[in-house]
């Protein structure tokens, strides 16, 4: 069985790059007004305010662009299983231990053969544009291979 990855949409990953730069640049032009004001000795009462929104919007768009908190999920298909990996449900099934695997639009659930438990990997909001169809795709031929149901 040939590995299939599923990932974001590069364009999904160029729009938020834009945003992150835009929100970079609005706290980095606030920090701006809020140094000269300082430096000009014309600060207001509520000067904090500029600060702690210059800062959060700066600091958040320079820290997404470093790559400090980037969230690129991608699901993994293999002949091992199913594996979730860099989301915030990481999670793995091994087909040797499943007895049905059903695709619903924003998750996989699987029934596991010895207890007949069932259990579910959330799929993130931005692999669900235009990857459902290679996924249920990847799913069927697993389940072909190791005799396992597919909903």
């Not at 949409?9 to 640049?25: M, P």
């Not at 500029?50 to 993994?76: N, R, W």
């Not at 091994?94 to 059903?102: I, Q, T």
Request: with cysteine.
């Amino acid at each position: 069985m040939e590995k299939v990855i599923i990932k974001q949409d590069s364009r999904i990953n160029s729009v938020l790059n834009f945003l992150f730069a835009g929100f970079a640049t609005f706290g980095a032009l606030v920090l701006a007004g809020f140094l000269y004001d300082y430096f000009t000795e014309q600060l207001g009462e509520q000067w904090f305010h500029s600060f702690l929104i210059g800062g959060i919007y700066f600091m958040g768009g320079i820290g997404y662009l470093l790559g400090f908190f980037k969230f690129q999920p991608e699901v993994i298909v293999d002949e091992n299983g199913i594996h979730s990996s860099k989301t915030h449900w990481d999670q793995s099934f091994k087909w040797e231990k499943l007895k049905k695997v059903s695709l619903d639009k924003k998750s996989i659930q699987v029934q596991y053969t010895d207890t007949g438990a069932f259990d579910t990997l959330k799929l993130p909001f931005m692999l669900r544009w235009g990857n459902m169809a290679k996924l249920r795709e990847a799913l069927l031929e697993g389940c072909k291979i190791h005799n396992i149901d597919l909903d």
